[in-house]
């Protein structure tokens, strides 16, 4: 039996504590595409999701992730978190509320939507 999308997803957060950029990318479609709304372009592909997650592990500890509210509706996982982004001994707690689409046990979109304005706060941006 395969995984659950919602198992997946749950799965996926996990590695932003471990830093496992490598688990994290396979989680993956081929042609995959993590969208930080508020930040930039779509990043498509694991190549650039993995260049992506290289730069952010280079200067953070780790994320720690609560899920506050988490709702399934069939390829579509739609997640309320709490990310604690730590560097250090220094933690910076961003609201974040995610679209997940999951396709035969694989992400083919992970689009975060957050604001810019808490990011400044924490001076994360």
Same mark, same amino acid.
């Given at each position: ?41 779509? !990043?498509?592909?694991?190549? $650039? *999701? #993995? ?12 994320? +720690? ?28 707690? !961003?609201?974040?509320?995610? $679209? *997940? #689409? ?12 957050? +604001? ?10």
């Amino acid at each position: 039996m395969s995984e659950s999308n919602e198992a997946l997803l749950r799965r996926f957060l996990t590695y932003w504590a471990t830093r496992d950029a490598e688990a994290m990318v396979a989680c993956f479609a081929e042609g995959g595409v993590y969208d930080n709304v508020p930040e930039r372009k779509p !990043l498509k592909g694991r190549e $650039a *999701i #993995r260049a992506w997650l290289d730069m952010c592990f280079g200067h953070l500890t780790r994320i +720690d992730v609560e899920i506050v509210n988490l709702a399934v509706n069939g390829e579509w996982v739609l997640c309320e978190r709490l990310d604690d982004h730590v560097i250090g001994e220094r933690h910076m707690v !961003l609201p974040v509320m995610g $679209a *997940i #689409r999951i396709v035969d046990g694989q992400i083919v979109t992970f689009r975060d939507y957050y +604001d810019r304005k808490t990011v400044a706060e924490l001076g994360m941006g």
